[in-house]
Nanobody
Framework: QVQLVESGGGLVQAGGSLRLSCAASGYTFSIYNMGWFRQAPGKEREFVAAIRWSGVRTYYADSMKGRFTISRDGAKNTVYLQMNSLKPEDTAVYYC?????????????????WGQGTQVTVSS
């Protein structure tokens, strides 16, 4: 099993920045991809960004390119999501997820373990 613990959410004004962290523990050697997803009230969960556990590849949803950066610290088994130029429409609960397969990184169904989520609220 893999345990994921997110942190770093909060309230920020539009145009501000936040950095989310996701610490992984357990059978991390089985992880292939780590992803960030978000879910706003009344909306479906959507893909934000993903990174190969090896760190060699990153992927982004089109609307996040240029504003969000995903990275990984191998020594700490932690994945980060740096979010800049935040907009009110970025308000959501953000979840990190760990996947064991090389399937579609943007598909939530490909991920095996999920964190508890962290709230990000962007005020206008």
């Amino acid at each position: 099993q893999v345990q994921l613990v997110e942190s770093g959410g909060g309230l920020v004004q539009a145009g501000g920045s936040l950095r989310l962290s996701c610490a992984a523990s357990g059978y991390t050697f089985s992880i292939y991809n780590m992803g960030w997803f978000r879910q706003a009230p009344g909306k479906e969960r959507e893909f934000v960004a993903a990174i190969r556990w090896s760190g060699v590849r990153t992927y982004y949803a089109d609307s996040m390119k240029g504003r969000f950066t995903i990275s990984r610290d191998g020594a700490k088994n932690t994945v980060y999501l740096q979010m800049n130029s935040l907009k009110p429409e970025d308000t959501a609960v953000y979840y990190c997820a760990a996947g064991f397969s090389s399937g579609s990184y943007y598909d939530a169904g490909q991920y095996n373990y999920w964190g508890q989520g962290t709230q990000v609220t962007v005020s206008s």
